[in-house]
């Protein structure tokens, strides 16, 4: 079982800047890739990003890897997105996940994720 905490969301106005973190505990050995989503009201879970354990391999969605940046601290089990230029129809509950083995790089469906943290939310004014 693996257990994920998100943090760092809040409030920023356009074009600013924050970093979310998500601390990961338990049997993360089981785990190849480690991948943030996020959810606005009354829309779909979105894929955003996701890195695999080594830290050498990531993969981002088109519309979002300039301006995001997906990172891993091996050493404090934490996964880390930073993003930059944040625009209004960012704001969303950010959530991180974790997959249990068998996702290959490049899945972006939520079914593919075992674990999931509960979220931190990041509104973007304008």
């Known amino acids: 079982q693996v257990q994920l905490v998100e943090s760092g969301g809040g409030l920023v106005q356009a074009g600013g800047s924050l970093r979310l973190s998500c601390v990961a505990s338990?049997?993360?050995?089981?785990?190849?890739?480690t991948g943030w989503f996020r959810q606005a009201p009354g829309k779909d879970r979105e894929f955003v990003a996701h890195?695999?354990?080594?830290?050498?391999?990531?993969y981002y969605v088109d519309s979002k890897k300039d301006r995001f940046t997906i990172s891993r601290d091996n050493a404090k089990n934490t996964v880390y997105l930073q993003m930059n230029s944040l625009k209004p129809e960012d704001t969303a509950v950010y959530y991180c996940?974790?997959?249990?083995?068998?996702?290959?790089?490049?899945?972006?469906?939520?079914?593919?994720?075992?674990?999931w943290g509960q979220g931190t939310q990041v509104t973007v004014s304008s």
């Open positions: 996940a974790a997959d249990s083995g068998r996702t290959l790089l490049g899945d972006t469906r939520p079914s593919s994720y075992e674990y």
């Open positions: 338990g049997r993360t050995f089981n785990s190849y890739v």
């Open positions: 890195i695999d354990w080594s830290g050498a391999r990531t």
